[in-house]
Antibody, heavy 116, light 106 residues
Framework: EVQLVQSGAEVKKPGESLKISCKGS????????IGWVRQMPGKGLEWIGN????????RYSPSFQGQVTISADKSINTAYLEWSSLKASDTAIYYC?????????WGQGTLVTVSS | DIQMTQSPSSLSASVGDRVTITCRAS??????LHWYQQKSGEAPRLLIY???RLQSGIPSRFSGSGSGTDFTLTISSLQPEDFATYYC????????FGQGTRLEIK
């Protein structure tokens, strides 16, 4: 069974750093791209970027380029989304998803709350 | 980026109704169009991929069609569990999503 399990909810202050994770199982992790998607409170879905774990080839949405870093550790089938300096506007649910043609399997989401 | 525009933004319908949601791309995307359902508090779920292919486990009352820039998602007979928000997404270039269509009970 394909599963993507994300790390738990986070509460951070503005300016703090954060790295959230997404662990894949039930399939060959290095054969698929993993995407990250943001959903701000009460809003729609926004693509952040994708990573191909086999070689860490990474693509970013222009809207998120330079704002976040996507990485992966293929030895433990895990992808990451990282911020060096959080802002209140980063408050959202972040989903990882496996990319086949569409995004066919999704993690449960990680709620990130940034508040002073 | 390719812009995706869904219509309507919200829709009220009754159980048993036939419902159609439209998605228009700002340029041709061939058939690289996918549909998702998201229920409150849950992750999105892939319903239809590459315009018309039903994802495994999705009921056959869901169908998709279209080409070029114009696409539709149809639910042939609404069931109580279908009331949710629906998103289209293109993968012809960097992925972009439509703004969503909220399907509510009339």
């Amino acid at each position: 069974e394909v599963q993507l399990v994300q790390s738990g909810a986070e509460v951070k202050k503005p300016g703090e750093s954060l790295k959230i994770s997404c662990k894949g199982s039930g399939y060959k992790f290095t054969s698929y791209w993993i995407g990250w998607v943001r959903q701000m409170p009460g809003k729609g879905l926004e693509w952040i970027g994708n990573i191909y774990a086999a070689d860490s080839d990474t693509r970013y949405s222009p809207s998120f380029q330079g704002q976040v870093t996507i990485s992966a550790d293929k030895s433990i089938n895990t992808a990451y989304l990282e911020w060096s300096s959080l802002k209140a506007s980063d408050t959202a649910i972040y989903y990882c998803a496996r990319k086949y043609t569409g995004f066919d399997f999704w993690g449960q989401g990680t709620l990130v709350t940034v508040s002073s | 980026d390719i812009q995706m525009t869904q219509s309507p933004s919200s829709l009220s319908a009754s159980v048993g109704d036939r419902v159609t949601i439209t998605c228009r791309a700002s340029q041709t995307i061939n058939n690289y169009l996918h549909w998702y359902q998201q229920k409150s508090g849950e992750a999105p779920r892939l319903l239809i991929y590459t315009t018309s292919r039903l994802q495994s486990g999705i009921p056959s009352r869901f169908s998709g069609s279209g080409s070029g820039t114009d696409f539709t998602l149809t639910i042939s007979s609404l069931q109580p569990e279908d009331f949710a928000t629906y998103y289209c997404q293109q993968s012809y270039s960097n992925p972009t999503f439509g703004q969503g269509t909220r399907l509510e009970i009339k």
